[in-house]
């Protein structure tokens, strides 16, 4: 059983940047992708990125591209999210996921195993 526990999420103005964390209680040894996923309120969840542990290989929702930066630390067992030049429309609940196996490791919630409990992204006008 892989836990995930977010940190790093608050309140900022638009144009600004928020550095999420995701700790893994167990990694490399078992996670074969782990990703990044939002909710906003009355919202369906949605994939925004995700990261290949092992190769590094990553992918990004098109709204989030050339903004957000996925990125994993193998040894700390943790996974990163920099969101840079954050709008409003970003304001959502964070979600931390992993799967164990193949074949996915994209941005579909069905290819994942594991949740975090989430942190709050919220960006003002």
């Known amino acids: 059983q892989v836990q995930l526990v977010e940190s790093g999420g608050g309140s900022v103005q638009t144009g600004g940047s928020l550095r999420l964390s995701c700790t893994a209680s167990?990694?490399?040894?078992?996670?074969?992708?782990m990703g990044w996923f939002r909710q906003a309120p009355g919202k369906e969840r949605e994939g925004v990125a995700a990261?290949?542990?092992?190769?590094?290989?990553?992918g990004y929702a098109d709204s989030v591209k050339g903004r957000f930066t996925i990125s994993r630390d193998n040894a700390k067992n943790t996974l990163y999210l920099q969101m840079n030049v954050l709008k409003p429309e970003d304001t959502a609940m964070y979600y931390c996921?992993?799967?164990?196996?193949?074949?996915?490791?994209?941005?579909?919630?069905?290819?994942?195993?594991?949740w975090g409990q989430g942190t709050q992204v919220t960006v003002s006008s």
């Open positions: 996921a992993a799967n164990a196996a193949p074949p996915g490791c994209g941005l579909r919630m069905n290819e994942f195993d594991y």
């Open positions: 167990a990694y490399y040894s078992v996670t074969y992708c």
């Open positions: 990261i290949y542990t092992a190769s590094g290989t990553t």
